[in-house]
């Protein structure tokens, strides 16, 4: 390793969780989602709880990053579906005529920032910088409200154009459909050495493979390949893999929820890949390290217990000293199941994972987002990290700025019956001006009111 890749780092950029987090039940295919629709949320201990993983990673020694929520409800889309009139009038006439829409432009979606882009290191791309695609998320209503306001963030933070490269959002139409990061696994022997992508698809838009029968596959085959084409990456740093139907209609919405992989680890339950033997073969190919696979078979954690506890969901990140801390969700420990798994992980001598750190993220889980959805990796040297504009990197000041802003604008309690109150949308209005102060990143939202 030289100088310069030893300061290579990655930093996870965790999305906070919004003031208008809310249980909607508006993901088809994502369990929890789907069985926690109406529950009451508590958005403050939901954003509490975030900042705290954040905090926890940084006090181990970890990169970590921040990324603002957005701006709910959006009444833009709403006045763009017909709802005329004041803010006030529009909330009305949606709570009234389409309830449905009105919770799907409250959501505080945009917290699970693995979904929000697709992002390959300066030390695998021709150009040498850092290169960025906003998924399209076109596969639900709630989520398509996202990328417009995320490629502005993204854009006002990763700014500097002789680091940052941004790519446009691949075209929002089923063909194209994209989930960015959670999709995509970067493996490597340490992070600042070149690296291959694997590319997860659930299915082809052009034809042929299977696909899932019961829930929809949201990621295409298509979408990944021209990610990986804006982001100049060849045949031999690529592996395109089919995430196996069958999970998928278990529950397993993105690979995220069914493999992580770090440097040369792999972490995978045996029904995460359609073709295992050749995913695993098509990655030693390419790879310049060998591979570390994790293999987690049916018979020690079914398909179940994984999507129930979201074992594969978790955080696995580097020490210096090579060995590596796995970030799991406290569901994770209260199944007997995957807390042996976990312990086995730990004493085997064959991986590096050496120390299991357990996270509360009740409030996302709820809504099927664990600790790894909840954040953006992205590697950057040394140079890369100082181009970076806002003060978004965390540290203590940063902690503690953030956790009195949530004290200050969050509710504890909503139901989808407060989506309708024009109060929440003051609140949250004034709360996010507020947050692009703080986190010094300009004019990134729409702020449309009135
Ligand atoms: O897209 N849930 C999100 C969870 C995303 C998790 N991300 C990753 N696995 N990377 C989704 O399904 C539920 C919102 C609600 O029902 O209110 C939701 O959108």
Redesign the pocket.
């Known amino acids: 390793m030289t100088q310069q890749q030893s300061t290579v780092h990655e930093v996870n950029f965790d999305g906070l969780v919004g003031p208008t987090h ?6 088809h295919g ?1 369990v929890a ?1 789907m069985s926690h ?1 109406g529950l009451a949320s508590n958005p403050r201990e939901g954003a509490l709880q975030g900042l705290a993983k954040m905090k926890s990673l940084l006090d181990a020694g970890f990169m970590q990053g921040v990324l603002p929520p957005q701006q709910r409800p959006d009444l833009g889309a709403l006045r763009a579906l017909g709802f005329t009139g004041s803010a006030r009038q529009v909330l009305a006439h949606a709570a009234n005529e389409a309830p449905q829409i009105l ?1 799907a432009v409250c ?1 505080a ?1 945009s917290m ?1 920032t ?2 929000a882009a697709t992002v390959s290191p300066s030390a695998d791309t021709p150009d040498g910088r850092v290169h960025v695609t906003p998924a399209n998320l076109q596969s ?1 209503f ?2 398509y409200l996202e990328p417009a306001t995320t490629a502005r963030v993204l854009a006002a933070i990763f700014r500097d154009e002789a680091y940052f490269t941004h790519h446009p959002v691949l075209p929002a139409t089923p063909a194209f459909a994209d ?1 960015g990061a ?1 999709n995509h696994t970067r493996l490597c022997e340490s992070h600042g050495d070149p690296g291959v992508h694997l590319f997860v698809y659930g299915r082809r838009a052009f034809g042929g493979e299977r696909e899932p029968a019961r829930y929809p596959a949201r990621q295409t085959l298509e979408a990944s390949q021209a990610t990986a084409r804006q982001h100049g990456l060849k045949g031999d740093q690529t592996i395109f893999a089919q995430q196996h139907p069958d999970a998928i209609d278990a529950g397993v ?2 690979n ?2 069914i493999a992580v992989g770090n440097g040369p680890v792999l972490l995978y339950h045996d029904m995460a890949f359609l073709d295992e033997d050749a995913t695993l073969d098509a990655i030693r190919a390419r790879l310049a390290t060998p591979l570390i696979p994790v293999r987690v078979p049916s018979e020690a954690v079914g398909l179940e217990d994984a999507v129930a506890s979201y074992l594969f ?1 978790s955080q696995l990140l580097s020490q210096p000293d090579g060995s590596m801390t796995l970030v799991v969700p406290g569901e994770c420990q209260e199944n007997e199941a995957v807390w042996r798994t976990i312990q086995d992980l730990l004493l085997a001598g064959y991986n590096p994972i050496g120390e299991v750190m357990v996270k509360d993220v009740k409030q996302s889980m709820r ?4 600790p ?2 909840l954040r953006l990796r992205v590697v950057l040297s040394a140079q890369e990290r100082q181009a970076l504009s806002g003060r978004v990197l965390l540290d203590e000041t940063l902690y503690a700025d953030l956790t009195a802003w949530v004290e200050r604008h969050y509710r504890d309690r909503l139901v989808p019956d407060d989506l309708a109150d024009p109060q929440l949308a003051d609140e949250s209005l004034t709360a996010l001006d507020e947050l692009t102060q703080l986190l010094q990143i300009g004019s990134v939202y729409p702020f449309q009111l009135g």
């Open positions: 809310n249980y909607a039940g508006l993901a994502n989602s629709e919770r959501s979606s699970w693995a979904n639900s709630h989520r989930e959670a919405f993105h995220d929820v969901n809504n099927g987002g664990g790894a959805c």
